[in-house]
């Protein structure tokens, strides 16, 4: 604060700016590189807490570099039908990540995970109230919401996030690609001198 002042009441022309101008760049930057940390460590430590919370085990430890949380809605699970009786709903905590959801039940058991990557959601009404179904190759499952606006905002915010994971898979996809295509040109350069020395000793041969 005070060396913006400071810049604001120094003269363009004067000796001292450009050096007062180099400087608030630089902690300008700083302060962005430690707020953007700080970020990052308060999202680790809010996925780490829902992980120590959850009871039952997981293929995968939710806490990895990349993960955080976007939302956590409290819903019902429409349970399917049996012979026996009609549909049940059943209390589930649905928390939205930036590349999945999980799933866990009022307790935190652990009742599954939707990947983004090729989850499809629709917004519905189960009787009178909204809904969402969500659905893969492998599973259809539908989840009631408490108002339709809270509905709509997870429904937002994981469209906004697919598109994001997508485009980040993609991008590792092409780096990979790349990374493959300078192995092979790389293999390729070390072979070439190879057959040209023997083609040259194959010269000298000849001349011989």
Do not use: W
């Not at 604001?8 to 004067?14: D, E, I, M, Q, R």
């Not at 180099?22 to 902690?27: D, G, V």
């Not at 829902?50 to 806490?63: A, F, R, S």
Request: hydrophobic share 40%.
């Amino acid at each position: 604060m005070l060396l913006r002042e400071l810049i604001k009441n120094t003269p363009c022309k004067h000796s001292s700016r450009v050096h007062l101008d180099i400087a608030f760049e630089k902690i300008h930057s700083i302060a962005e590189f430690i707020n953007e940390a700080k970020r990052k460590v308060e999202s680790m430590s809010k996925v780490l807490e829902i992980q120590n919370k959850i009871l039952g085990d997981l293929d995968k430890p939710l806490l990895t570099a990349h993960r955080c949380v976007l939302k956590e809605a409290t819903v019902e699970e429409v349970r399917e039908k049996s012979l026996l009786k009609t549909a049940s709903l059943r209390k589930r905590v649905l928390i939205l990540f930036n590349d999945m959801f999980l799933i866990v039940s009022e307790v935190y058991h652990f009742k599954g995970i939707m990947y983004l990557g090729n989850l499809i959601c629709e917004a519905k009404e189960y009787r009178d109230r909204p809904s969402v179904v969500f659905k893969t190759p492998n599973f259809v499952r539908e989840f009631v919401f408490s108002s339709a606006k809270e509905r709509d905002e997870i429904l937002v915010m994981f469209q906004n996030s697919k598109k994001k994971y997508m485009k980040a898979r993609a991008s590792m996809k092409a780096k990979k690609s790349e990374r493959i295509q300078l192995v092979k040109e790389s293999a390729r350069e070390i072979e070439a001198p190879e057959s040209n020395a023997s083609d040259d000793s194959g010269e000298r041969d000849s001349s011989c």
